[in-house]
């Protein structure tokens, strides 16, 4: 019995202060490009444990024997002291799905005729990796916690190459569908991502209105999202009025797991609600330290790290937003920024986030030039403080857990 | 008991019917300690272990992999099977005993490190926040007979320390960024010892860089990251069509700039005697007297001599891909003292924290966490953090004829990721400068 054996081992290290993770994982990929194809099918099994013996330690391996070699070796080395947190207790037991992975969908066609039309020639799908795959994860504990949960993903990455004359740009999106493909969306932001900065003209004016499109206002989200699982906050932080009144941000991952990575219950926290500063995201540990209760925050992004607070499916609330014209029309000056051409920059600590993206110029409440690339530099804490408007166009993006997010109205930004 | 290469190349047989077939099947063994150092205390120790295999079978651009878990017979054959039934129901996982492997014995060297790193860190940055890592990485290849692929093993221990650290400044305590990246050898511990030193002397505070275009001085070979993000990206084979693409045995710099990849170079971070195909490794000059040399090439994208020994994988579960290694960029015969004479005003870099390249527009950019003016010919102030972005074909133009006569190892750059998948790479270059470049604050 390999738990049995692999329990018993870590009680005979930590009496009462252990946990027992495994996760398999299936997944179909397809990898396609003008001339090449691949195809892979991977197996994969990962196993960690992490117990209290004068501190915390951690192992994992691919699998039980490898494990114990691991818990053997980790054992060894030096740790700082720290009390373990009190476990987790419940049963939560679905029957995994046994049925074989099928193939991923084949796709490239239909998302390079609508890339090639919404780019209206100027852009080519130059390649389109997609993965299908399930996992099943197992939670044990010291505390006779047993959780079995199973999770299922359709992701990929797709390319994009806009060319005008001699000039050429290229762009990368990431997706996540929870339903069925969204090609048509998809097929927008690598047009227009791969397009638009090729356009002669940046930012005719220094300071307007600033529309975000639900992938920048992702990226922006996901850029300060550590805040939300900060032991210490910044001192720029003021609790009741971290944003505008406007903004409500909320975590609930209820839909895709009933439990995170330390078997605590998935529930739907509010980070931010009407613009104040709401719960913290806590794992075991910080729980134990903050002297509050786990929310259900323990993130694993892999079997090799042990569990972390994070979000784990973050989006901005949106049943009081607007429509996106809506949004568009109430801008009298102001640049739509469509696509980043560099990652977000967030510096929480020093209040600082700097982004760069190409998009479209509004000039009384209408589309009109493109706009090659600009960038907007400033405090996180304005740029909270003045989101002036929420659509209700809510999309999600993984960055790389589901961050989901609307058209959103920044005002009085300034454009380098 | 370890199956033999010939077995395994017998079980690849039916996979490799005609002369278009190619099959291989690749074995990683990893361990991998980590501890995290705060104010030299060692907390959260972790090892991982871990083993799998993938079997790969390549037909006209046609690319399909089977990766498993595990490295026993069972996994390999099962992995062999995958692969010549790619839409049958996959086989259920075999049930695993935790008996089937004998205890590794224990690392002396992690022991001995978290010794030796507690005084080293509390003499030269007593308050920090470190991960150190150590990778004992064992591949082994085994090629269905494709030409120029023999079974190989590989053995890599690698070493890295990144974080933070608090130092002292003229006016006041900063945090400080830190990277060291080196194969394991006896005199790792030196120069990390070496690089603390240098990276904690007292400076003034920095100010911000302003929004200007530069002349920038490379030096400390933080040349070589500049070169990796355009020559060794652009030079990848089957990298995207980029502004290298169509100018082969171009002159496209000065004549003294020699610039190649060499894997052999073992002592860099990036370095291995075999890829991970099965190939010899050789040295490729990416330039050669200043004109476009040759691709860095693996086993799908090999010309007349063959692959030139880069196909590399990031783990067992991914496909290889055409990648650098170590960026190499020859000597000159200018002092430090000349160069910044001939920098006149502009910017002295000696540190570099990241890069990225943009290959369809050819568009450069590296991040610094500080640097120095250049006023004159002498230092000036300490600015940063920022960032030097420029276009590959503009910056190639513009490397002043004279390069620095000291090869300096840059062990800040470590691993590089291309889709996703990340590998070691490292570089040594002399002074280099570099005009008309974009400065800016991040």
């Known amino acids: 019995m390999i738990h049995g054996e692999l329990e018993s081992a870590l009680e005979r290290r930590a009496p009462g202060a252990w946990e027992l993770y495994r996760k398999t994982a299936e997944t179909r990929e397809l990898d396609l490009a003008a001339a090449e194809r691949g195809e892979a099918w ?10 209290w013996d004068h501190g915390m330690r951690f192992a994992s391996a691919s699998d039980p024997a490898r494990l114990l070699s691991a818990i053997s070796l980790a054992g060894r080395l030096p740790a700082a002291e720290e009390p373990p947190p009190p476990l987790p207790k419940r049963e939560v037991h679905r029957e995994p799905d046994v049925a074989p992975v099928a193939p991923p969908p084949e796709l490239f066609e239909p998302l390079a005729q609508l890339v090639s039309e919404k780019s209206r020639g100027e852009a080519v799908l130059s390649s389109l990796t997609i993965r299908r795959g399930r996992s099943v994860e197992e939670i044990r504990n010291a505390a006779g916690l047993f959780v079995r949960m199973e999770s299922s993903l359709l992701d990929g990455v797709a390319r994009a190459l806009g060319r005008r004359g001699p000039r050429a740009c290229e762009r990368r999106a990431l997706f996540r569908w929870d339903t069925e493909p969204e090609l048509s969306a998809l097929a927008g932001r690598l047009a227009d991502g791969a397009t638009l900065p090729l356009a002669p003209r940046g930012a005719p004016f220094a300071r307007g209105g600033w529309l975000l499109d639900p992938a920048v206002a992702a990226a922006m989200l996901a850029a300060i999202a550590p805040l939300f699982s900060a032991e210490t906050l910044p001192r720029w932080v003021k609790r009741g009025e971290l944003a505008s009144r406007r903004v409500t941000i909320a975590d609930d991952a209820s839909a895709d797991a009933p439990c995170d990575g330390e078997g605590t219950t998935t529930r739907r926290v509010l980070a931010v609600e009407a613009g104040a500063l709401g719960a913290r995201f806590q794992d075991l540990r910080s729980a134990r330290r903050a002297a509050a209760h786990p929310t259900g925050h323990g993130v694993r992004p892999s079997y090799r790290t042990p569990p ?58 209408r589309a009109a030039e493109p706009v090659a690339g600009t960038r907007v530099s400033g405090r996180v804490s304005e740029f909270l403080g003045r989101i002036a408007g929420v659509a209700t166009d809510r999309q999600f993006f993984p960055m790389p857990y589901p961050v989901g997010a609307p058209t959103l109205l920044v005002e009085r930004v300034n454009f380098e | 008991m370890e199956i033999e290469d010939g077995a395994i190349a017998r079980w690849l047989d039916p996979l490799t019917l005609t002369r278009d077939d190619s099959a291989d099947v690749f074995l990683e063994t990893r361990r991998t300690t980590t501890v995290e150092w705060r104010d030299g205390m060692p907390a959260e120790p972790r090892v991982a272990v871990e083993a799998g295999v993938s079997a790969r079978h390549r037909r006209k651009g046609r690319d399909r992999l089977v990766f498993l878990s595990g490295v026993e017979e069972g996994d390999i054959r099962e992995a062999i099977r995958a692969l010549q039934k790619p839409h049958g129901k996959p086989p259920p996982a075999p049930p695993r005993r935790s008996g089937d492997h004998p205890e590794p014995p224990p690392d002396p060297s992690v022991e001995r490190w978290t010794r030796r790193l507690a005084p080293v860190f509390e003499r030269h940055v007593p308050r920090h926040r470190f991960r150190w890592s150590l990778d004992e990485i064992t591949r082994r290849v085994v090629p269905s007979g494709s030409p120029g692929s023999t079974p190989g093993r590989s053995t890599r221990r690698l070493f890295s320390l990144e974080g933070t650290f608090v130092a002292a400044s003229r006016r006041g305590d900063e945090k400080r960024s830190f990277s060291f ?48 993000e355009i020559l060794s990206h652009a030079l990848e084979a089957g990298a995207d069509e980029n502004p290298l693409t169509l100018l082969a045995a171009a002159r496209v710099s000065i004549p003294d700039l020699d610039v190649r990849d060499d894997p052999m170079r073992l002592d860099l971070f990036g370095g291995y005697e075999r890829d991970d195909e099965g190939t010899r490794a050789r040295s490729v000059k990416l330039l050669d007297a200043g004109r476009v040399g040759g691709k860095l090439t693996d086993h799908a994208h090999a010309e007349a001599r063959g692959s030139t020994g880069h196909g590399r994988r990031a783990g067992p579960g991914d496909l290889p891909l055409a990648r650098g290694s170590n960026t190499l960029v020859s000597a000159g015969s200018g002092t430090s003292e000349e160069m910044m004479r001939r920098l006149g005003n502009g910017l002295w870099i000696d540190e570099i924290d990241s890069g990225a390249v943009e290959l369809s527009s050819g568009r450069f950019r590296l991040q610094f966490p500080r640097a120095r003016r250049i006023r004159r010919g002498r230092l000036a102030e300490e600015i940063g953090p920022g960032l030097v972005a420029g276009e590959m074909l503009a910056a190639l133009s513009a490397v002043e004829p004279v390069l620095g006569r000291e090869l300096h190892v840059c062990r800040s750059l470590g691993w590089c990721s291309r889709g996703g998948q990340v590998v070691p790479v490292q570089g040594e270059a002399p002074d280099v400068i570099v005009r008309r470049l974009s400065v800016r604050d991040r």
């Open chain 2, 181 to 228: 990246h080196a194969p394991e050898a006896d005199g790792t511990a030196d120069e990390l010892r070496e690089a603390l030193t240098r990276a904690a002397v007292a400076r003034e505070r920095p100010i911000p860089a302003g929004d200007a275009g530069g002349d920038v001085l490379f030096a400390a070979g933080t040349a070589a990251f500049l070169f990796h």
């Open chain 1, 42 to 51: 991977r197996r994969e099994e990962g196993w960690a444990a992490r117990w």
């Open chain 1, 308 to 365: 972390a607070p994070g979000p784990r499916r973050l989006f901005f609330e949106t049943a009081g937003g607007v429509a996106p014209l809506e949004l568009l029309a109430g801008v009298a000056r102001g640049i739509f920024a469509r696509a980043l051409t560099a990652p977000v920059a967030v510096d929480l600590e020093a209040d600082r986030y700097s982004v760069e993206f190409t998009g479209v110029v509004i000039v009384g409440g």
